[in-house]
């Protein structure tokens, strides 16, 4: 894999690769419907299944999911992962990221999202992250143009969700000329 299971520590959070005994810790976050609107699962109510997916990607080399402790109280609030790793091309999507309701709006995201690109940015010196969402989700298309990313278009009838719509995908990024400014303005709103 080229992207190693590294714990990835700010101020607020903990990103923490994905392991089996981090299935009871974050299943309680993931059981608010709400967080699915726009997933391609139906998470809240196949929980198992998405974790046992989530650690096979892993093991396989696809993808390195991670959960999300607060730092303050170390309890569990959710999980994001890098995915569609390209080493040869130095690109890598951050997606699958969801949180507990009671940590939206708060400095979580954005602290996730600065370990992350800091990570494939300044250790690993790759050239592009991408983003990609539904675009019926106008509260993440929102969260992910607060974080700098440029929108770059959009995929029509690009996936098929959990309930049957076929969704049209908006995709992002954040190049490496674009990071010094990305991390400067995060840094910022996070009062680093």
């Given at each position: 894999m080229p992207i190693d299971a590294v714990t990835l520590t700010g101020r607020h959070v903990a990103l923490e690769p994905l392991v089996e005994a981090h299935r009871e810790?974050?299943?309680?976050?993931?059981?608010?419907?709400?967080?699915?609107?726009?997933t391609a699962s139906a998470l809240g109510?196949?929980?198992?299944?998405?974790?046992?997916?989530?650690l096979r990607q892993a093991e396989a080399g696809h993808e390195r999911p991670f959960i999300v402790?607060?730092?303050?109280?170390?309890?569990v609030v959710g999980s994001t992962r890098y995915m569609?790793?390209?080493a040869q091309h130095k690109r890598v999507e951050i997606g699958t990221t969801w949180y507990a309701r009671a940590v939206w709006a708060s400095n979580v995201n954005p602290e996730c999202k600065l370990l992350l690109?800091?990570?494939?940015?300044?250790?690993?010196?790759?050239?592009?992250?991408?983003?990609?969402?539904?675009?019926?989700?106008?509260r993440s298309r929102d969260a992910i143009a607060r974080l700098g990313a440029v929108q770059e278009g959009?995929?029509?009838?690009?996936?098929?969700?959990a309930d049957g719509h076929v969704r049209d995908s908006v995709y992002f990024s954040v190049v490496d000329s674009?990071?010094?400014?990305?991390?400067?303005?995060?840094?910022?709103?996070?009062?680093?």
């Open positions: 810790l974050l299943r309680p976050a993931a059981q608010d419907p709400r967080l699915w609107t726009f109510a196949a929980f198992d299944p998405w974790f046992d997916g989530a402790r607060l730092t303050r109280d170390g309890s569609s790793i390209d690109m800091r990570h494939v940015f300044e250790v690993l010196k790759w050239h592009r992250v991408e983003y990609k969402t539904d675009a019926r989700n106008q959009i995929f029509r009838r690009h996936m098929i969700m674009d990071w010094p400014a990305v991390k400067a303005a995060l840094e910022k709103r996070l009062k680093y």
